[in-house]
């Protein structure tokens, strides 16, 4: 048994490391496979809208949820400018804790774990949602998520296909550059129109804190399937309401992608499906080949929590972490005070 002052703590490297041995599309599956889990016993949870702090530059958030035995939460921050000053638009880190004494049982980079995590529900939500045999996939926005969404596509649905656009050309030669050799049939478009043209999916994963429309009315064709994945925020949206009046809309948490899904431009009582009722079969997915769908995605809380247990339970195959001395621990539980006493270091004299 660990000494209790002791955390488990995945950095950056490591957290490289365990993906890597685990391999980078078996986490994505595996990492499905835990949300499907989760969102299946949805009543099992403790759910709330996710807590923000908006600024003119971005949004700092905290996702908490429990199952009453572990609770977790993700702290993430979104700021659309950062990458110009060299920083990542997104990051997080997260914890996992016991709900039976409160102590914390790891804590982790989610930096990488959010665009894994965020790709394989997407790619959950498609299984669904998207035309059986879809193969070609648009992706507006080629920025630090574009690659993950790729390869959950691949892993859970076998697009092959991948049509890239993104109004920055670099963002575009970068995605390039990594995917190539891969396997997949890239081709760069030099608009969202181009890039539509004959895609089964389209993801759009653009970052632009403002109401922009990477998607108007006449790009959406039949039968298209959306995930939608940068419109995350009151005021930042990448949908026109054109598209979604004329779609099927399936979110994560209904009472968040309210206040921050592309679905906050239209009537609050506008219907929506929560796409765990989709996986339970509880509702249908996608009913005929020419019906238009959305997946709404903004991330829940409940999807963080099953990367973060998923990364709890690779640690025992994978030991890719540190001890980190994160929690007090004197030998009287009541003497914190004497801890700190004892600790002082010994005067010098002169
Ligand atoms: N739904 C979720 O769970 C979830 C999770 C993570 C990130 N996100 C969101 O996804 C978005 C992308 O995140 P990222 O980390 O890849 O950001 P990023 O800054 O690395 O990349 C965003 C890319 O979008 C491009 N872009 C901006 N406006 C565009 C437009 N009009 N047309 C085409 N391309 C455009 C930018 O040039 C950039 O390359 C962000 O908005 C982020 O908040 C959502």
């Not at 429990?66 to 997104?90: E, I």
């Not at 009287?332 to 002082?344: E, I, K, S, V, Y």
Request: with cysteine.
């Amino acid at each position: 048994m660990p000494a209790l002052n002791i955390v488990p703590f995945v950095s950056v490297d490591n957290m490289m490391r365990l993906v890597h041995a685990v391999g980078i599309e078996a986490m994505l599956v595996r990492l499905a496979g835990a949300v499907a889990e989760d969102f299946s016993r949805w009543d099992a949870f403790h759910k709330t809208p996710r807590i923000a702090a908006h600024s003119p530059e971005g949004v700092i958030e905290l996702m908490p949820t429990s199952d009453g035995h572990t609770y977790g939460f993700k702290y993430v921050n979104g700021h659309p400018k950062n990458a110009a000053g060299g920083r990542q638009t997104v990051t997080a880190f997260g914890v996992l804790a016991d709900v039976g004494n409160g102590y914390p049982v790891l804590i982790t980079e989610m930096t990488l774990l959010t665009a894994l995590r965020t790709a394989a529900t997407s790619a959950l939500a498609a299984k669904s949602l998207a035309r059986p045999g879809s193969r070609t996939m648009a992706l507006i926005g080629n920025g630090a998520q574009a690659e993950f969404q790729a390869l959950a596509f691949r892993a859970l649905l076998g697009i092959d296909a991948l049509r890239l656009h993104d109004i920055d050309p670099a963002a575009t030669r970068k995605c390039l550059r990594n995917l190539a050799g891969l396997g997949f049939d890239l081709t760069v478009c030099a608009s969202t129109e181009e890039a539509v043209r004959g895609a089964d999916i389209v993801t759009t994963v653009t970052a632009d804190k403002r109401n922009a429309v990477i998607l108007g009315g006449n790009l959406v064709g039949e039968g298209v399937h959306v995930n939608a994945v940068g419109g995350d925020c009151p005021g930042k949206t990448e949908l026109a309401p054109e598209v979604l009046a004329r779609a099927a809309l399936f979110v994560e948490y209904e009472p968040q992608t309210r206040i921050e899904g592309e679905i906050q431009q239209l009537a609050p009582d506008h219907p929506v499906t929560e796409l765990w009722r989709v996986l339970t079969g509880e509702a249908p997915g996608r009913r005929d080949a020419r019906q238009v769908t959305v997946f709404d995605s903004v991330g829940f809380a409940i999807e963080d929590f099953s990367a973060l247990r998923t990364v709890r339970d690779l640690l025992a195959e994978h030991p890719y972490y540190e001890n980190l001395d994160l929690l007090a621990d004197p030998d009287d539980p009541r003497d914190l005070f004497g801890m700190l006493q004892r600790a002082r270091p010994p005067r010098l004299v002169a």
